[in-house]
Nanobody, 121 residues
Framework: QVQLVESGGGLVQAGGSLRLSCAAS????????MGWYRQAPEKQRELVAV???????NYADSVKGRFTISRDYAKNTVYLQMNSLKSEDTAVYYC???????????????WGKGILVTVSS
């Protein structure tokens, strides 16, 4: 069974920075893509950033230029460097990974439990 463990959230003032980490573990055959979603109070979960196995990245317009997603392939870990944080970035951030597990070739989305990022104004 694949597990995603997030870390790095917390409280930061507007203009500050945080780096989120998400480590995947388990019977992993291939990680197709990893990324971050977020959900603010009373809003739908939205894509923040995604990186594919080939290194292609995609960002929400609201974070482009401020956030950077990267991967450590050896550690099956994805990072989200968040700079110039704004109050509207406050949300629970969820790690997501599309993974093919060992054995049957099944591509499945896995989710972390979420980690809170609070940006004070």
């Amino acid at each position: 069974q694949v597990q995603l463990v997030e870390s790095g959230g917390g409280l930061v003032q507007a203009g500050g920075s945080l780096r989120l980490s998400c480590a995947a573990s388990g019977a992993i055959f291939r990680i197709n893509r990893m990324g971050w979603y977020r959900q603010a109070p009373e809003k739908q979960r939205e894509l923040v950033a995604v990186i594919t196995s080939g290194g292609t990245t995609n960002y929400a317009d609201s974070v482009k230029g401020r956030f950077t997603i990267s991967r450590d392939y050896a550690k099956n870990t994805v990072y989200l460097q968040m700079n110039s944080l704004k109050s509207e970035d406050t949300a629970v951030y969820y790690c997501n990974a599309n993974i093919a597990t060992m054995g049957p070739y099944l591509n499945v989305d896995y989710w972390g439990k979420g980690i809170l990022v609070t940006v004070s104004s």
